[in-house]
């Protein structure tokens, strides 16, 4: 099991606040991502990255952004939420070398008022 | 077009009785076919995982699930159901390599006494 950590677990904020989701793990894993949930539907990836200053766009467009400067550390921020921003944010770790299999955080469940 | 179809969206059954979970996916390439589950505002955590051999994967909690490309689904089974079981099941495919993992909508599964 990969040790992979999210805070807030909880975040309600007000239209227009900028606001930054962490997540960090300690398992040295390369890739990380993150996914969007939403109730009844499946998770979609909206950003991944392969390691340190690489990062991509997932299916899902999102005007989040992410950043990987640093292994361990791969958080996503909104510039200003908005009520649309609601949603469950789930982040996600693999290595490479041993077929990709990804590890979950436990989640941030992010209301916009 | 890559997918994963849950047709259950939710699923009761009573505490010591059998449990199966269907999974359909659409997949172009080697599919490489994963059970996740999910607790109450809780992240994904990984039951089992099939990449090749036996097409009868086994899990943890007591879960089992088998491939059978003929009919490109994989499906998880468990032969007693505990009240603990009760959550919500991912069904996923992936490539080793890649980095997009298809999930289904996921089943509900409620456990009664």
């Known amino acids: 099991e990969a040790d992979i950590y999210q805070t807030p677990r909880y975040l309600v904020i007000g239209t227009g606040k900028k606001i930054t989701l962490e997540c960090s793990q300690t398992?040295?894993?390369?890739?990380m991502y993150w996914y969007q949930q939403d109730p009844g539907m499946e998770l979609h990836l909206i950003h991944y990255s392969y390691g340190v200053n690489s990062t991509e766009k997932g299916d899902l467009s999102s005007e989040s952004t992410v950043s990987r400067i640093r292994t361990e550390h791969f958080p996503l921020t909104l510039e200003s939420a908005r009520p649309s921003h609601t949603s469950q944010y789930l982040c996600?770790?693999?290595?490479?070398?041993?077929?990709?299999?990804?590890?979950f955080g436990a989640g941030t469940r992010l209301s916009v008022l | 077009a890559q997918s994963v179809t849950q047709p259950d969206i939710h699923i009761t059954v009573s505490e010591g009785a059998s449990l199966e979970l269907r999974c359909n996916y659409s997949?172009?390439?080697?599919?490489?076919l994963f059970w996740y589950v999910q607790s109450p505002g809780q992240g994904l955590q990984l039951l089992l995982k099939?990449?090749?051999?036996?097409?009868l994967v086994q899990g943890i909690k007591g879960f089992e699930a088998e491939f059978k490309r003929s009919q490109s689904s994989f499906n998880l089974r468990k032969p007693s159901v505990h009240w603990s079981d009760a959550a919500e099941y991912f069904c996923a495919v992936g490539a080793y390599t890649g980095n997009q993992f298809y999930f289904g909508t996921g089943t509900s599964l409620t456990v009664i006494p």
């Open positions: 997949y172009g390439a080697t599919p490489y």
């Open positions: 996600a770790s693999s290595d490479s070398a041993k077929a990709n299999i990804q590890y």
């Open positions: 099939y990449f090749s051999g036996d097409t």
């Open positions: 398992m040295g894993h390369d890739k």
